[in-house]
């Protein structure tokens, strides 16, 4: 979102409620986990800390292995070439 969205007349209301609408969720998703972690004793907390570690690197594993990470070789796209200059016979 760019400041020009807030002062625009068609999009300006759209932006405010991103502006206001975005911040308030994510202020009702902490306080609902600071809520569950509270409640949770401290052998709850530790593995509900090592199921995130354990979760996190599985996931990126699987998403390698079925080929949706970082392309692999493939061309070089987007590189400069350098130019070819025709050769005399061409300017005869």
Avoid at 12 to 21: E, N
Avoid at 35 to 41: E, I, M, P, Q, V
Wanted: overall charge positive.
């Amino acid at each position: 979102m760019r400041l020009n969205d807030l002062f625009d007349l068609e999009n300006g209301s759209a932006a405010l409620l991103k502006l206001a609408l975005y911040p308030l969720v994510l202020i009702v998703i902490c306080q609902a986990l600071f809520a569950l972690l509270c409640r949770l004793s401290i052998a709850g907390m530790l593995v509900a800390f090592a199921s995130l570690l354990l979760i996190s690197p599985l996931a990126y594993f699987i998403r390698e292995a079925r080929g949706h990470g970082r392309e692999r070789g493939g061309g070089r796209r987007g590189t400069e070439r350098t130019p070819v200059l025709p050769t005399n016979e061409e300017m005869e």
